[in-house]
């Protein structure tokens, strides 16, 4: 296995997250039979590169959980929002802070920290992929993605309805894709 820092060739410093490049999406089995999606609109973070040792580099991301989409359909985005599920009234951001990074291949990273949402910190592993850096004319760019699965009633989400006995209008699983660009901050 390379080096961290030799895997990612990243220069050291804060790295800021471009939200307009990026995305935090999710989706969940609805009514058993197909996924539903929705993405968060506003968040932001930071990557904090230590170029020595890029394994003790850190993370801090912090998403507006008010800022929910859910396929255009205000109905969903309520209920989302609501005391059913983030309850976003109380708790309107959904944040994460590593604790540490291990490196799995090359480019291949597992991200361990405390994510918190809807009130309740757990301990959550992100697997992480560097994609690369590059250069257009807005500047150096680097590159990350990511695809996890979260258990909703892990983070105290009581939203089980039944539409049927045994078969549940909104699935536990809640699967995250995770598609990120940074920039050096100035």
């Keep these: 296995m390379t080096s961290a820092a030799a895997a990612a060739k990243i220069s050291g410093g804060?790295?800021?997250i471009d939200n307009v490049h990026s995305l935090v999406e999710f989706a969940t089995w609805h009514n058993?039979?197909?996924y539903v999606k929705g993405r968060?609109?506003?968040?932001?973070?930071?990557?904090?590169?230590?170029?020595?040792?890029?394994?003790?580099?850190?993370?801090?991301v912090n998403i507006d959980a008010t800022s929910v989409e859910s396929q255009a359909?205000?109905?969903r985005e309520d209920l989302i929002n609501g005391a059913d599920m983030l309850d976003?009234?109380?708790?309107?951001?959904?944040?994460?802070?590593?604790k540490n990074i291990q490196q799995k291949g090359a480019n291949e990273f597992v991200v361990t920290g405390?994510?918190?949402?809807?009130?309740?910190?757990r301990e959550t592993q992100i697997p992480l992929t560097f994609n690369g850096i590059v250069t257009t004319r807005m500047g150096v760019t680097a590159g990350f993605s990511s695809n996890?699965?979260?258990k909703l009633s892990d983070f105290g989400v009581p939203f089980t309805r039944e539409f049927e006995p045994g078969k549940r209008v909104v699935d536990d699983v809640l699967k995250v894709e995770l598609q990120i660009e940074a920039r050096p901050q100035s």
């Design 32 to 34: 058993t039979i197909a």
């Design 88 to 98: 976003t009234a109380t708790y309107p951001q959904i944040t994460f802070k590593s």
């Design 40 to 60: 968060f609109r506003t968040f932001n973070g930071t990557i904090n590169v230590n170029e020595q040792d890029l394994l003790k580099s850190t993370i801090e």
């Design 114 to 121: 405390d994510l918190t949402m809807r009130g309740v910190t």
């Design 73 to 75: 359909v205000q109905g």
């Design 148 to 150: 996890m699965n979260l």
């Design 14 to 16: 804060t790295w800021a």
